[in-house]
């Protein structure tokens, strides 16, 4: 057990609808990572927050958001979902006070839009 | 552009002998290197990661990895392997401070699924 927690584990729903997944780091972890993993583009970066900012962002569609909340857990916001957004999301955290920190990853929200 | 690549989709080894799962990277300036494991419907669980000094690393569960800077190879390895080992397994990369915008993301290979035989 990593430490990072997610809910739901799994998640079924329809084209355009709008769903929320949510992350709690590690205790004493300020970074929250977000990552899609899919059969066709394997495990992608998606965003990462730093003690509620913004810090990086990657291949993250316009229709998804996110945020880090004061008491340090994310939420990833996935809107207008398509058949493609099918995916097994995780979330990551770590310390963030050095650059080489570990990412301690979650066990995974899998998505199914149908 | 950062890449890693895991060049064999699956490694197909007997129980009790020695794996290597392959893996080579591509980063502008000093990499950081780290192996995760995913065992099915679980998420991924950290290995070993390489970041200076010794280039063999040492990891959970029996494994290692050799870091080979001329190569730019980064290969797990583990003596003798278990059937308890065969999952889905990742090498990913995360670039030095200056050359990645101060980014943390890890930029992940493709996976190698290891299948270890009773």
């Known amino acids: 057990d990593s430490g990072v927690t997610q809910t739901p584990k799994h998640l079924i729903t329809a084209t355009g609808q709008r769903v929320t997944l949510r992350c709690s780091p590690r205790s004493g972890d300020l970074s929250v990572y977000w990552y899609q993993q899919s059969l066709d583009q394997g495990l992608q970066f998606l965003i990462q927050y730093y003690n509620g900012e913004e810090r990086a962002k990657g291949n993250i569609l316009e229709r998804f958001s996110a945020q880090q909340f004061p008491d340090l857990h994310s939420e990833l916001n996935l809107s207008s979902l398509e058949l493609g957004d099918s995916a097994l999301y995780f979330c990551a955290s770590s310390v963030d006070r050095v650059y080489t920190d570990t990412q301690y990853f979650g066990p995974g929200t899998r998505l199914t839009v149908l | 552009a950062q890449s890693v690549a895991q060049p064999e989709d699956q490694v197909n080894v007997a129980e009790g002998n020695p794996l290597t799962v392959k893996c080579t990277y591509s980063v502008s300036g000093n990499p950081y290197l780290f192996w995760y494991v995913q065992y099915p419907n679980r998420g991924l669980q950290f290995l070993l990661k390489?970041?200076?000094?010794?280039?063999l690393v040492k990891g959970s569960y029996g494994f290692e990895a050799e870091f080979n800077k001329s190569q730019t190879s980064f290969h797990l390895k583990k003596p003798s392997a278990l059937v308890s080992d065969s999952a889905l397994y990742f090498c990913?990369?995360?670039?030095?401070?200056?050359?990645?915008?101060?980014?943390?993301?890890?930029?992940f290979g493709a996976g190698t699924r290891l299948a270890v035989h009773p």
């Open positions: 990913a990369v995360r670039a030095s401070f200056m050359f990645s915008g101060g980014y943390n993301k890890l930029i």
């Open positions: 390489y970041i200076t000094g010794d280039n």
